[in-house]
């Protein structure tokens, strides 16, 4: 069982920045694909990122492509995201996501139900 715990979340003007973290309560390097979704209000949740087992391998939805990029620590046993140029329509909750996995397929990693474990989310918030 592996628990996911964000943060980093909070309220930003629109162009702004924020960094999200999601910390893993064991050893993900290695084992498991890990990935950002987002549920903005009366929205369903959707795909924003992903990243293979080594980090080595993103991908990243339309929408936040070219502004926001995934990064891991395997060391740290915690994955970032670091969001630029942020919109209001960026405003959301975040959810890390983890599943443990030994290939990295994109266009499994876009689905929610790939994935087995689930943080808690993040409130971001995109004034304008």
């Known amino acids: 069982q592996v628990q996911l715990v964000e943060s980093g979340g909070g309220l930003v003007q629109a162009g702004g920045s924020l960094r999200l973290s999601c910390a893993a309560s064991q050893d993900t ?3 498991y ?3 950002w979704f987002r549920q903005g209000p009366g929205k369903d ?16 939805a339309n929408s936040t492509k ?4 995934l990064s891991r620590d395997n060391a740290q046993n915690t ?5 630029n140029s942020l919109k209001p329509e960026d405003t959301a909750v975040y959810y890390c996501a983890a599943k443990r996995a030994t290939l990295f397929y994109s266009a499994n990693v876009t689905t929610r139900s790939y994935y087995d ?3 808690q989310g993040t409130q971001v918030t995109v004034s304008s």
Request: proline fraction near 0%.
């Open 66 to 69: 070219g502004r926001f990029t």
């Open 79 to 83: 994955l970032y995201l670091q969001m």
């Open 33 to 35: 694909v890990m990935g």
């Open 117 to 119: 474990y689930w943080g």
């Open 45 to 60: 949740r959707e795909f924003v990122a992903a990243t293979s087992r080594s980090g080595g391998t993103t991908y990243y």
């Open 29 to 31: 390097s290695g084992n």
